[in-house]
């Protein structure tokens, strides 16, 4: 039987690409072939700018109290559909269906504050700037904005930039990961239900052809990137060159300290949470924990234990804990860097590469690992790993710690377990990571502050949501302003 395609939605249209080129959406539980996605190419692209940028001439004229209609309608059909949304994320991306169900909440929450966008891009003004003359700052959008998302978070992603592109007034074109399409393809169609108007938000499916289409078309005013490193740091340099405003966010290898203080269980169990959560597939997971002093022995232990009694296995079945990663070559590139760190020294504690899951031959299932002394100078170490493995270290201090962290190359998140204000404030003072975590173990920052990562995990200024979105997918005006006429009848 054939399976579905998923198409582009281009000026309130589902239509083919015009490449006819497509590629399979697979199940990485079962590798069951659940749809065909188009991919675009660089006509599809233009053609869905072009649409977009009539459709933002019309849009942009729109008061903003009209424009967040669309999004409280939204943001009723995301809670009304969330079951199927979260069905549909588990399939095509793996992890379980409540860490499908918690990232469309946090979808949610970037609909709810891009509704409060009246108040959120108000300008400033100061009267008599010199005698009669009066000087005001607005904000204006900037026209057709593109959105380029990884697979890990095919539901909340595109949320991160979405609600704010268009409510201050911009039209987006946006292209989801093309392993993960079908959440997308569900969103719009939801989208569509809200009544906004033909060509304000456009779905163009693909891969390299379709991006390098968007960094290249002087239609498309400014983008917004999350995925890898590697991948962001090209889109930045080419969308920069041809003139756009750019923003990109990368990869991660993100470190939590233990304290000796630090709470014995509630640690453990959020250390566990956030380094095999979504199978290590998240841009904050934890991958390296640097026990201090004393902790190294209870908590090496503790955490052992934990990774031990962890349940994989598909996302749809109760009491699954870990979900497969996503393709099977990503799960032999984790399983070769475990085998590397090993090379390299470390010792794997519990070595989850031998996985079957009763039912699932086919899944690209691992078990959580924790590999032990690994050295802060090895490869590994500084290799974004993307799976549920945890490197443990080890430091006599603080200090010691935080130069560990301070010494890597990403900047995305850093975390400190302990009962101690002063080590939780020193830390937070002189981590050098956007997001920090104080007993916490996923810094994830709410929609109403900045997904702020820093170093090789960010390129850019402004970052995803609240008021650096605003900032972003707004362009300042500022008028200075005489009435000679009435100045001098009244002076
Ligand atoms: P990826 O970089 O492979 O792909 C991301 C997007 O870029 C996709 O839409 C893809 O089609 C496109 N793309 C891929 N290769 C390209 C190329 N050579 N040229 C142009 N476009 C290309 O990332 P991924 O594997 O989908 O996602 C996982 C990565 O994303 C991890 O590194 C993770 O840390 C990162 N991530 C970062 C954040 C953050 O906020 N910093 C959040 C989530 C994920």
């Known amino acids: 039987m054939s399976k579905e395609k998923i ?82 994320i588990t399939l095509e991306c793996g992890k379980t269906y409540n860490e499908s169900a918690g990232e469309l909440r946090r979808a949610i929450e970037n609909v709810e504050v891009a509704c409060g966008i009246p108040t959120m891009m108000m300008g400033s003004n100061v009267e008599d700037i010199a005698r009669g003359i009066d000087e005001h700052m607005i904000r204006q959008p900037l026209g057709v904005v593109a959105i380029i998302s990884p697979f890990n978070f095919p539901g909340m992603i595109p949320f991160w930039f979405l609600p704010y592109a268009i409510a201050t007034g911009n039209t987006v074109i946006l292209k989801p990961s093309e392993r993960v399409p079908m959440t997308m393809k569900l969103a719009l169609e939801l989208i569509a239900k809200t009544g906004l108007p033909d060509g304000v938000v456009n779905l163009v499916n693909g891969g390299k052809e379709a991006v390098d289409a968007i960094l290249d078309y002087p239609a498309i005013r400014a983008v917004s990137f999350v995925g890898s490193t590697e991948v962001a740091r090209y889109i930045y340099s080419r969308g920069a060159a041809n003139g756009k405003r750019v923003q990109c966010q990368g990869g991660a290898k993100n470190p939590i300290v233990i304290m000796p203080d630090a709470d014995p269980e509630l640690t453990t169990q959020i250390v566990a949470d956030s380094g095999f959560g ?36 598909f996302g749809l ?26 090379d390299e020294g470390a010792t794997a504690l519990v070595d989850g590469r031998a996985c079957s899951v009763d039912g699932f031959d086919n899944g690209n299932f691992l078990m959580p690992t924790i590999l032990d002394n690994m050295h802060p100078d090895s490869e590994v170490a500084g290799t974004e790993i993307f799976g549920p493995v ?25 975390c400190i377990f302990t009962e101690s204000g002063g080590a939780a404030r020193k830390f937070r003072n002189e981590a050098d990571a956007g997001n920090i975590g104080i007993n916490i173990g996923v810094a994830a920052p709410m929609a ?30 500022v008028i200075v302003e005489r009435w000679p006429k009435e100045w001098s009848r009244r002076f």
């Not at 945890?390 to 850093?414: E, S, T």
């Not at 990562?453 to 900032?471: K, P, T, Y």
Request: with cysteine; net charge negative; hydrophobic share 40%.
């Open 7 to 88: 198409l582009n939605y281009v000026n309130g249209k589902w239509v083919d690409a015009t490449s006819g080129q497509s590629q399979a959406v697979v199940n990485p539980a079962t590798q069951e072939v659940l749809a065909e996605v188009a991919l675009s190419n660089t006509d599809d692209v233009q053609r869905a700018a072009d649409v977009a940028h009539e459709a933002y001439l019309e849009w942009r004229k729109v008061p903003s109290t009209e424009r967040i209609q669309y999004l409280f309608k939204l943001k009723t059909l995301l809670e009304e559909n969330l079951d199927a949304l979260a069905r549909t």
């Open 390 to 414: 945890l490197g443990l270290m080890h430091a006599a201090d603080l200090d010691q710690a935080i130069d560990i962290i301070n010494g890597a190359r990403y900047g995305n998140m850093a």
């Open 448 to 477: 109403f502050f900045p997904f702020s990562g820093w170093n090789d995990s960010f390129f850019g200024d402004l970052h995803a949501q609240g008021s650096h979105a605003i900032e972003f997918y707004t362009q300042t005006k």
């Open 278 to 313: 979504c199978a290590g597939q998240r841009c904050l997971a934890t991958s390296l924990v640097i026990t201090v002093g004393e902790a190294k022995a209870p908590f090496t232990e503790a955490l052992v234990e934990t990774a031990r009694a962890r349940k994989v296995g």
């Open 317 to 342: 079945d109760a009491g699954t804990q870990v979900g497969p990663v996503i393709t099977p070559e990503s799960k032999s590139r984790i399983t070769g860097l475990i085998g590397k760190a090993i």
